[in-house]
Structure formats: C-alpha cells, structure tokens
C-alpha cells in the first residue's frame, strides 16, 4: 500500500494574495482615521468615521488573516459571536451601572 497516496499535505488557509488583500486594506483603514484626525476635523461625525472605520477594519482582520468567513470555521465564528456578545453585555452593563450609580449618588458639599 502506498502510504504517500493516502496522506494529504494541509491546505493553506489563505493565499499570498488574500493576505496582500488583507494588508493593504488593514493599512488603508488605519491611515484613514490618522488622515481623518491630522486634518483637524473634529466633532461627533469625526468620533463616528473613526468608529466606523475601526469595525470595518476588525472585520477585515477576521476575515482576510483569521479567516473567519469560512464555511469549516463555523464553530470558530459562533465562539467569536458569543464573545463579542458576552464582553458588549459587561462593558454595556459596567457603564449603565456606573452612570446610574453616579446620577442617583448623594453630592456632597464641602461647607
């Protein structure tokens, strides 16, 4: 039996050019805020393009160097959902609580 004929060398997850996608895409979403703030806009749309574009610039590191986006790396994807709901769920709730707790807080007056 020919041993060699039954062993399959692993695929590559992604290839040279998915990881040149990646990284120039990774690189434009990173000069872009830098631009963005160097420009001296300021103000809540400022604060939202940047948000925007880090989200946007996550989902390209899932998808072009994680590789999430993949039909075998579905259990991979549904762990990353639950994290990612579980930490917005603390920090969401950290922040309610603690705007709560300083709104309905006593102040104290310094006589």
Same mark, same amino acid.
């Given at each position: =039996? ?12 992604? +290839? ?6 990646? /990284?120039?895409? /990774?690189?434009?979403?990173?000069? /872009?805020?830098?631009?963005?703030? =160097? ?9 939202? +393009? ?11 590191? =899932? ?49």
């Amino acid at each position: =039996m020919n041993v060699s004929a039954t062993i399959r060398p692993a695929e590559p997850r992604g +290839g040279l050019q998915s990881y040149v996608t990646g /990284a120039l895409l /990774a690189l434009a979403l990173t000069l /872009a805020p830098f631009a963005l703030v =160097m420009s001296g806009a300021s103000g809540t749309n400022a604060v939202a +393009g940047i948000f925007g574009l880090a989200v946007i610039q996550i989902v390209v590191h =899932m998808v072009f160097f994680l590789h999430l986006g993949r039909s075998d790396q579905r259990w991979n994807l549904t762990a990353f959902v639950f994290t990612v709901l579980i930490v917005g769920i603390l920090v969401g709730g950290s922040y309610w609580v603690m705007y709560h707790l300083d709104h309905n807080m006593m102040r104290m007056t310094m006589e």
